[in-house]
């Protein structure tokens, strides 16, 4: 199993970006997928999630409105869309999947501990 997130890059603040999330070896949407980000100095935090069924989301107030999560599911690619970019979005962004059997209608969780997998990060920077 293989996560690999990719798609970061310099922003000016107020910009637009989306970062994709690629999976081998298992159906990315059959399972709870999070978006996580680490600034510097700071600690991994989880901001975003999307259930596997129905796609339930949560969004943290910190990207609410700004940030969109979705699912290819033909092309088995978790994405997130990062939109009116601020430099405290600047951080290493790390896309995971939980997949741990859950009882139907469970909500996704941000919490680090619930995932299983996770892709090597990619580099985004808000900056003028």
């Known amino acids: 199993v293989q996560l690999q997130a990719f798609g970061g890059g310099l922003m000016q603040p107020g910009g637009s970006l989306r970062l994709s999330c690629a999976a081998s070896?298992?159906?990315?949407?059959?399972?709870?997928l999070g978006w996580f980000r680490q600034a510097p100095g700071k600690e991994r935090e989880g901001f975003l999630c999307?259930?596997?069924?129905?796609?339930?989301?949560y969004y943290a107030d910190s990207v609410k409105g700004r940030f969109t999560i979705s699912r290819d599911k033909d092309k088995n690619t978790l994405y997130l869309q990062m939109n009116s970019l601020k430099p405290e979005d600047t951080a290493v962004y790390y896309c995971?999947?939980?997949?741990?059997?859950?009882?139907?209608?469970?909500?996704?969780?941000?919490?680090?501990?619930?995932?299983?997998?996770w892709g090597q990060g990619t580099v985004v920077t808000v900056s003028s």
């Open positions: 995971a999947a939980d997949v741990a059997l859950k009882p139907y209608g469970s909500s996704c969780s941000v919490y680090e501990h619930e995932y299983d997998f």
């Open positions: 070896a298992f159906r990315l949407p059959d399972y709870f």
């Open positions: 999307i259930s596997p069924w129905g796609g339930r989301t």
